[in-house]
């Protein structure tokens, strides 16, 4: 889908000059302050009479508006799978993470753990007093890395893999807000639409719905 999605986008026609962003209409006649004021209601209505123009010529470039809602929907979808990607990247950076803290904790106390271990229970008790914090350190440290499946790698192999996913989630992060910049315009471009359309509705059909 991600391939198809930017094949399509790729396919749109370009335009030379970069266009002014398509903006949201204003609700001319639910603003008490736009629908009293002459000169105001006035610019609000060129205003949307332009937005909706610029949506309507967006759509016809995507090929109509069947075209339009499918590309639309696809973005929607795709929003959902980048973000996925960029949650599954940090959950697998934050397991790493602590895997290779446990690594460093555990080469950092073994020298105490291992001359702890090798007292006998009279010497262990005064010892670990005094080096209660590297022991408990080791004994967690090595617990948690015994969950580690299959093997434990080396903190300097886990670091090299967190860089990688960082600049994996870096690219991810530009494609999301790419497709965040281009689903906000098309999400604007299909209101503005609705709203043409129920500018057009008839008088009677609007009284309709409303006493429903």
């Not at 970069?18 to 001319?28: E, H, N, T």
């Not at 004021?37 to 759509?59: D, V």
């Not at 709203?195 to 429903?212: N, T, V």
Request: charged share 35%.
């Amino acid at each position: 889908m991600k391939r198809r999605l930017a094949e399509k986008v790729a396919a749109i026609p370009h335009r030379t000059t970069v266009p002014a962003p398509i903006r949201s209409v204003i609700d001319i006649e639910g603003n008490e302050k736009i629908s009293s004021s002459p000169g105001y209601k006035q610019w609000a209505a060129i205003f949307n009479l332009k937005q909706r123009s610029a949506s309507l010529n967006l759509i016809q470039q995507y090929g109509g508006m069947d075209a339009f809602m499918e590309l639309y929907k696809e973005c929607i979808g795709m929003k959902i799978t980048l973000s996925r990607d960029i949650n599954g990247i940090d959950a697998e950076i934050k397991a790493l993470s602590k895997v290779r803290d446990n690594l460093r904790a555990f080469g950092r106390t073994k020298d105490v753990y291992k001359q702890y271990r090798s007292l006998n229970e009279k010497q262990r008790s005064r010892f670990y007093r005094d080096h209660k914090a590297e022991i408990d350190t080791h004994i967690v440290a090595k617990k948690e890395l015994s969950k580690v499946k299959p093997s434990i790698p080396t903190a300097k192999a886990i670091t090299s893999k967190i860089e990688q996913l960082k600049v994996t989630k870096a690219d991810t992060y530009v494609r999301y807000r790419q497709n965040e910049v281009k689903l906000k315009e098309m999400d604007i471009t299909r209101k503005n639409l609705e709203s043409l359309i129920r500018q057009h509705e008839p008088k009677h059909q609007k009284i309709h719905e409303l006493s429903r």
